[in-house]
């Protein structure tokens, strides 16, 4: 899809913006005087009131030279920020691809709180955002469901501005697609080894990429993330991105830390079966931490970042590990398994102290899919945070809340901790009491985070994808690709210089 920013345009459909009280934005105004005030009256008779998230549609405008009109509510322009810019492009663009449009014309506005430039970038941004579609495997399209679109210009004043804005963040809509292509590839296609050859091609973005495999791991001493992977065909593979962006190449990183799990059957704890198909969204973390890492590399953001994902299938086997296990981590210490589906954590507790042990980070930021108590708690509307520090935490929450992927704080504490203690290893993997599950992982994980080290847990299980229908007009799929966005914002207002 081709976009163009221009100071004026043609195409089968126009959009314009409208606030609350129906109240038409300066080009929907000049829009409305050409067509003698047909759009006025349509809003009128639609009870149009220009919050946010209505659309009107007006076919064969007289007096316009395109097939129809698009008149988007923006709601109070006082709360209106790049988000509301976002959705108007969205909302526009699925609209128009949905519906055999071509060419659709967007005009941007300058409103309280934006410029012209970054309202019109943020149109374009979230015009490509809402038209993401994962259609690789589906032969059998009609030509009328197949995506229309071809061309966007984004009119303003003073067009330049705006270009150059957009193709700086340009991106970051890769990355986001990026994320969301591996959350929604099927878990034939994309197994650990498949994961980590489309990682390694990141090296375009000047990233610097290695593979470990279980040989390499075996020798680390990475038992538990090797024990979660041993019922699977598939070798588990350990993934190392890094990004120096820093003039001292040396300075202490941030670690981006990654769950990886390519399909969770549950193994011999084995899931129910209805369902069971979504778990090949379990790598979510991981998608998110490669998405990140591919946005930030690619605007060679001021900051020494490494992005650490672990890569296993949890299956049941003759060779699989069983409750009752016990293996002995990286850090050394050992862990019982009580249950082979409480995985994600087992996977993670190997590579925070990877990261920490190889690359010496001053904070580890670790996301994973890692709690149906976390959907029990959030839904699918927040992810869930923990933290051992409260600017860290804070910073999170503003980058998430900034960028359309929401936290929530959830507490840690030692009542909490002594409830993974097991009698028979350092720890079990489970609480065993149906309680406070996400609570009890984000524990489990913080066991293996150094002293000093700052660190953020997101658990991402009710985020990375959702349930339909994808009625939110940045989020039109099943993968989300949440936390690429957020991942990028926080080192961009954190972590650089
Ligand atoms: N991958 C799942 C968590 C999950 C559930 C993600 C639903 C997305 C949607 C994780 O590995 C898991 O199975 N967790 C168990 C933990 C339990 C055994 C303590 C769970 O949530 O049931
Ligand atoms: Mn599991
Ligand atoms: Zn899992």
């Known amino acids: 899809m081709d976009i163009k920013f221009a100071?004026?345009?043609?195409?089968?459909?126009?959009?314009?913006?409208?606030?609350?009280?129906?109240?038409?934005?300066?080009?929907?105004?000049?829009?409305?005087?050409?067509?003698?005030?047909?759009?006025?009256?349509?809003?009128?008779t639609a009870r149009f009131t220009g919050a946010?998230?209505?659309?009107?549609?007006?076919?064969?405008?007289?007096?316009?030279?395109?097939?129809?009109?698009?008149?988007?509510?923006v709601g109070?322009?006082?709360?209106?920020?790049?988000?509301?810019?976002?959705?108007f492009g969205a909302a526009a663009a699925r609209k128009v691809n949905g519906s055999g449009g071509e060419k659709l014309v967007l005009h941007s506005e300058t409103l309280t709180h934006l410029t012209a430039a970054e309202a019109a970038a943020r149109a374009a941004i979230g015009a490509r955002l809402g038209v993401y579609r994962f259609d690789a495997y589906?032969?059998?399209?009609?030509?009328?469901?197949?995506?229309?679109?071809?061309?966007?210009t984004v009119v303003l004043?003073?067009?330049?501005?705006?270009?150059?804005?957009?193709?700086?963040?340009?991106?970051?809509?890769?990355?986001?697609?990026?994320?969301?292509?591996?959350?929604?590839?099927?878990?034939?296609?994309?197994?650990?080894?498949?994961?980590?050859?489309?990682?390694?091609?990141?090296?375009?973005?000047?990233?610097?990429?290695?593979?470990?495999?279980?040989?390499?791991?075996?020798?680390?001493?990475?038992?538990a993330l090797l024990g979660v992977g041993r019922g699977s065909a598939r070798e588990s593979q350990l993934v190392v991105m890094r990004w120096k962006g820093l003039r001292n190449a040396n300075a202490q990183p941030i670690a981006l830390v990654g769950k990886g799990v390519?399909?969770?059957?549950?193994g011999i704890s084995?899931?129910?079966?209805?369902?069971?198909?979504?778990m090949k969204g379990d790598m979510g973390g991981a998608a998110a931490v490669s998405g990140a890492m591919m946005a930030i590399a690619a605007r060679k953001a001021k900051a020494n970042v490494v992005g650490v994902v672990g890569l296993v299938e949890n299956m049941p086997d003759g060779d699989a590990q069983r409750p009752g296990d016990i293996v002995k981590t990286m850090s050394g210490q050992t862990i019982e398994i009580q249950n082979t589906d409480a995985e994600g954590r087992l996977l993670l507790a190997d590579a925070v102290w990877y990261a920490q042990?190889?690359?010496?980070?001053?904070?580890?930021?670790?996301?994973?899919t890692l709690t149906g108590a976390v959907i029990v708690s959030l839904g699918h509307e927040y992810a869930g945070l923990f933290a051992n520090d409260d600017d860290l935490a804070g910073a999170i929450v503003a980058a998430g809340q900034a960028e359309g992927e929401p936290v929530w704080r959830l507490p840690l504490g030692p009542a909490y901790d002594k409830m993974i203690d097991s009698p028979f290893a350092d720890m079990k993997n489970i609480a065993g009491k149906p309680a406070a599950g996400s609570i009890i992982g984000a524990s489990f994980i913080k066991r293996f985070i150094k002293d000093g080290v700052k660190w953020a847990h997101l658990d991402i299980a009710g985020t990375a994808w959702k349930p339909g229908p994808y009625d939110d007009p940045l989020h039109p799929s099943w993968a989300t690709g949440y936390g690429v966005r957020l991942l990028n914002r926080l080192i961009a207002h954190k972590f650089e210089d």
């Open 262 to 266: 390519t399909f969770d059957t549950g």
């Open 157 to 223: 004043d003073g067009p330049a501005a705006a270009r150059s804005r957009y193709e700086k963040e340009s991106t970051l809509v890769e990355a986001v697609h990026f994320a969301r292509d591996l959350v929604a590839e099927p878990p034939n296609v994309l197994y650990p080894a498949e994961f980590a050859r489309r990682l390694k091609e990141l090296e375009r973005f000047g990233l610097e990429v290695s593979v470990l495999g279980e040989a390499e791991m075996e020798k680390l001493g990475m038992h």
């Open 138 to 152: 589906r032969t059998k399209l009609k030509p009328e469901q197949k995506p229309s679109l071809q061309e966007i």
């Open 76 to 87: 109070d322009l006082e709360r209106a920020e790049g988000a509301a810019a976002e959705k």
């Open 52 to 73: 946010s998230g209505q659309m009107l549609e007006i076919f064969s405008p007289v007096g316009v030279d395109a097939a129809r009109i698009l008149v988007i509510g």
């Open 7 to 44: 100071a004026e345009g043609r195409g089968d459909a126009i959009a314009v913006m409208a606030a609350d009280k129906a109240q038409l934005l300066a080009s929907g105004q000049a829009l409305d005087a050409k067509t003698n005030g047909a759009i006025a009256k349509a809003m009128q």
């Open 270 to 278: 084995l899931k129910p079966g209805p369902g069971m198909e979504e």
């Open 357 to 368: 042990d190889q690359h010496n980070p001053t904070t580890v930021i670790d996301l994973a």
